[in-house]
């Protein structure tokens, strides 16, 4: 997406800008279908580290400077979290663990425990964004 098409008028920029959004839309729906459809030696070649790691990066890495411009990290979180929380709960899903690491999840499961990151994330996104900046002011 372009801030800025030069020497196109606001109202081509908000088309394109459009268009691109929605067919993004498209395709992640697109992406969600192969992968609910598609035979697993097929998903292996297509949902693998190596093609998903650059969007999974993107759309998580947070840098540093955004300390500085509070509006814009306010709506980062509030995007992210939520998205965040969905994937904590896909993960944390005990029929997948047990599938997916059969032996962790028999130690996992007697022990209880959880990630120290993951939990602060996880609890984290219970709360809601008015309660989040109480008590960053406070």
Request: hydrophobic content about 40%; some cysteine; glycine content about 2%.
């Amino acid at each position: 997406m372009s801030e800025r098409k030069n020497g196109y008028s606001s109202q081509v920029q908000n088309v394109y800008n459009y268009r691109i959004k929605k067919y993004a839309v498209q395709a992640l729906k697109d992406l969600a279908l192969l992968a609910q459809k598609l035979p697993e030696d097929q998903q292996a070649e297509i949902f693998n580290r190596e093609n998903m790691y650059d969007l999974l990066k993107a759309l998580f890495k947070l840098d540093s400077k955004l300390w500085e411009d509070k509006e814009l990290l306010r709506k980062k979180r509030r995007r992210l979290l939520p998205l965040c929380y969905e994937i904590i709960m896909l993960l944390d899903d005990s029929t997948f663990a047990h599938l997916i690491a059969p032996l962790q999840w028999e130690v996992m499961t007697k022990e209880g425990g959880h990630l120290v990151y993951l939990k602060a994330v996880y609890y984290r996104s219970l709360i809601s964004p008015e309660d989040e900046e109480r008590k960053l002011r406070e």
